[in-house]
């Protein structure tokens, strides 16, 4: 009598007419599997239910058809679920998907997205000439949508691994001198001569600036509140509070730039807290293309600061706070930015401040003829002599 076959504790294998074998399983509530690929042999489907089991045992087990969901039908559903995001951040999450990532991947299933074809997409990007930063940037929002795929159970691990770039040579930053920032001031119509100095002295960002309203200014302690801000969506402008709690912040201002406010508010007679400071001509809030078009960049062109963006302004804040001496821990806390962050990205060292460092270690040489260096040149000359 022939050994009995011994039972199988888990799934099931069978033999199909083209002598291969198909394995199916239950998963833990009771749904029926077939295993997505068929065996050469029953001893090889075997092993392929015994591995499914102890995954499922381990809650591991990920099931195999979510992973055919294609990458296009997840960034739908990833983009249609982050309601929770700013207007701004979802316009540029959709941008990058669409511009840089959905043309390569769209039709991919999830589980079958491999760590070389992102870094094939990254390597497109590279090879369009975007710069390190921005890979940077567009590359978080892939790994954003991969690492919700995971915890969303679509695949069981992420294909983004840590991305590696070669060092590039930071920009030099376009910085205003005090001249350069009252030339541009006297460049620009009138009623945004207070433009120019919000953002450039006070340091505030564009969004910031249209978003600053009249009740945030309160002119007897001379101080303003950054609290919300204004910015174009995809054509539309919309308003949130300010990013962050950093960037929610309460700064005092120089005198004279709150009189320049001030006689700015007179112009337009009385005005209701919720009014806009700054306003286009025809009473609404601003929009930065239309600014950008009809005020920077005449004025830009006019006050000879061609290339001068409005961001720049900030980093000309910075520098000028710097000059002054103020602590990169204050500098922070009025920009909006994290004491870390303000001295990565305005750690720089304006050309005043290095010129004052070598007039001070000037000062370590009392005279040409006494210091060490010079006793040693003439020991020298006096020996070769």
């Not at 999450?93 to 999830?110: E, K, S, T, Y």
């Not at 369009?128 to 915890?151: D, H, M, P, Q």
């Not at 706070?321 to 990169?328: E, L, N």
Request: aromatic share 6%; glycine share 8%; with cysteine.
């Amino acid at each position: 009598m022939g050994a009995r076959r011994r039972r199988r504790r888990f799934g099931s294998v069978r033999k199909l007419p083209s002598g291969r074998y198909q394995a199916r399983y239950p998963d833990n509530g009771g749904n029926l599997h077939t295993a997505p690929d068929t065996f050469a042999t029953s001893g090889e489907a075997d092993r392929y239910l015994a591995g499914v089991e102890t995954d499922l045992l381990r809650g591991s087990w990920r099931d195999p058809r979510l992973g055919q969901t294609t990458f296009s039908e997840w960034v739908a559903r990833y983009l249609e679920d982050s309601v929770h995001k700013r207007a701004t951040t979802l316009s540029r999450d959709r941008i990058v998907l669409g511009r840089h990532f959905l043309p390569v991947l769209a039709n991919q299933p999830m589980g079958s997205v491999t760590p070389l074809d992102v870094r094939r997409a990254v390597e497109r990007m590279r090879s369009k000439g975007l710069a390190s930063a921005t890979i940077r940037t567009n590359y978080g929002v892939l790994r954003a949508v991969f690492s919700a795929a995971v915890e969303s159970e679509i695949i069981a691990a992420t294909p983004c691994r840590r991305l590696r770039q070669s060092e590039s040579q930071p920009k030099s930053k376009r910085f205003c001198s005090v001249e350069e920032l009252h030339r541009l001031a006297a460049a620009v119509p009138p009623q945004y001569r207070a433009v120019v100095f919000v953002a450039g002295i006070l340091g505030l960002r564009w969004s910031e600036v249209a978003g600053l309203r009249v009740g945030a200014i309160d002119f007897l302690p001379r101080r303003l509140s950054v609290v919300e801000t204004l910015a174009e969506v995809e054509g539309r402008l919309g308003t949130a509070p300010v990013k962050g709690k950093a960037s929610r912040r309460t700064i005092s201002v120089p005198e004279t730039l709150l009189v320049m406010l001030s006689e700015h508010l007179a112009v337009g007679g009385p005005h209701d807290p919720t009014d806009y400071v700054f306003r286009s001509p025809r009473g609404g809030p601003l929009r930065y293309t239309t600014f950008r078009e009809r005020v920077w960049l005449p004025a830009t062109r006019r006050a000879g600061l061609d290339g001068l963006t409005f961001h720049g302004l900030r980093h000309s804040a910075a520098g000028l706070m710097r000059q002054q001496g103020v602590p990169v821990s204050t500098i922070a806390r009025r920009l909006g930015h994290s004491e870390q962050v303000c001295a990565k990205i305005y750690g720089w060292v304006p050309e005043a401040l290095d010129e004052a460092a070598a007039d001070a270690l000037n000062g370590l040489f009392p005279d040409s003829n006494g210091t060490p260096m010079a006793r040693s040149q003439r020991r020298s000359q006096g020996q070769s002599a």
